[in-house]
């Protein structure tokens, strides 16, 4: 889900493309990147499992650097791999890790995150079960 359109970032944006289209054009491109620099940081869209998408990987492959996945209570039977070059993704279980099970079946790692994250990415309020890792 975007952030409404009366956001702050939506009205900076419109107000720079009112004064663009008016004749006021200095400045505008080095202000419209740092806006949409920092609102794109700022306001990342909220994914919902099983809301929007049934499974965790799906839901994490439609996702954008800085988006919020929620995952509601249940048993997740999932061997997720993180998507390369995406950073900044939070991945949270709405009711902590009582009710929030990663399943791995025991066949293979419940969560693989190899690279393209940085300190602004979250995992959190998750039981991980059942995985098996190869030793590599």
Known sequence: MRQPPNSFCCRV???????????IRQSITVC?????????????RVINVPGD???????LWYALSYDTILVAPGVYPENIVWPLMKQGIKLMSTHGPQLTILDGGGEEQVLGVYSGVDTTTVIR???IRNGHASGT
Not at 13 to 23: E, N
Not at 53 to 59: L, N, S
């Open 13 to 23: 944006v419109r107000t720079m493309r009112s004064r663009y289209r008016a004749g």
């Open 32 to 44: 419209s990147l740092g806006v949409m620099a920092v609102c794109g940081v700022v306001h990342g």
């Open 53 to 59: 998408h049934d499974e965790i990987d799906i839901a």
């Open 125 to 127: 309020g998750f039981t």
